[in-house]
């Protein structure tokens, strides 16, 4: 498989605080790279880099071979690395189907009549096609995240970020969302996942990295990182979670 996405020694800070300190990964297509760890570790803020909604202090990320701090095709380069927020990040004074229609007929400048036909296909795949006319106050957040993913898929990224997607859900619509992401993995989609959800991550993943003040700790399979892990710091973390 293809290296789709290469971090090579990025750094990020915020003042005098470096958030993220010398960070060295890649992303093979087709692959599922969970990111866990700690609150404050520097999870969202890699995510964020990766996407450009956060500028690198140094380093270079690489897609397909070129590096996008560089490049002047940023926008070409954003459309094809989708996001998916905590937050859902939906218009509210719009329906359903309109919040999933928009990025096709804005961005990637498609006819309303096919704009529409490939939102509820996606729509659809995520079980959300019977509330096409719903606006987003009228869903509960697992039905709003779903259409947030509904959405990312319609852009037909090569590359899908997921930003703790349940960590604004109640329990019992946890388990709808990442139903949903399973079975986006299951169909080789590649994707990069920051979650606290470690069985999760243990179940869906091919590459699990964890991080610990702005560093990658440790990475490897989901077998090494979650029954052979090496560091002390990775242990003393995943014993939090008694139920893996």
């Known amino acids: 498989m293809n290296e789709i996405i290469k971090v090579e020694h990025l750094s990020k800070k915020f003042g005098d605080h470096e958030v993220l300190k010398d960070i060295n990964f890649s992303v093979k297509s087709g692959n599922v790279t969970c990111i866990i760890g700690s609150s ?11 996407n450009l909604l956060e500028t690198a202090t140094s380093g270079e990320i690489l897609y397909k071979n070129e590096n996008v701090l560089t490049s002047k095709k940023i926008s070409s380069y954003r459309a094809k690395v989708g996001m998916v927020f905590q937050g859902f ?16 007929t804005k961005v990637l400048k498609e006819d309303k009549e096919q704009a529409e ?25 697992g039905q709003k995240q779903r259409v947030a993913i509904a ?15 349940t960590s604004a859900l109640d329990p019992q619509m946890i ?7 399973k079975e986006l ?7 990069i996942i920051v979650t606290h959800e470690m069985a999760f991550a243990r179940d869906v993943s091919n590459y699990v ?19 052979n ?6 242990m003393e973390f995943l014993h939090r979670f008694t139920n893996l």
């Open 89 to 104: 990040n939906l218009f509210e004074n719009m329906n359903v189907l309109q919040n999933c229609k928009i990025g096709l």
């Open 40 to 50: 404050g570790s520097g999870k969202s803020t890699l995510l964020r880099c990766i």
């Open 175 to 181: 388990g709808e969302v990442l139903k949903v992401i």
């Open 151 to 165: 959405r990312a898929l319609a852009m037909k990224p090569d590359v899908l970020l997921f930003d703790e997607p």
């Open 117 to 141: 036909k490939e939102s509820l296909y996606f729509l659809e795949k995520v079980g959300m096609l019977p509330y096409i006319n719903a606006k987003p106050r009228q869903l509960s957040g």
């Open 185 to 191: 993995a299951q169909e080789g989609f590649t994707m």
């Open 209 to 227: 990295i964890y991080m610990k003040d702005g560093v990658i700790c440790e990475e490897g399979s989901p077998e090494e990182i979650f029954n």
């Open 229 to 234: 892990p090496k560091r002390e710091e990775t």
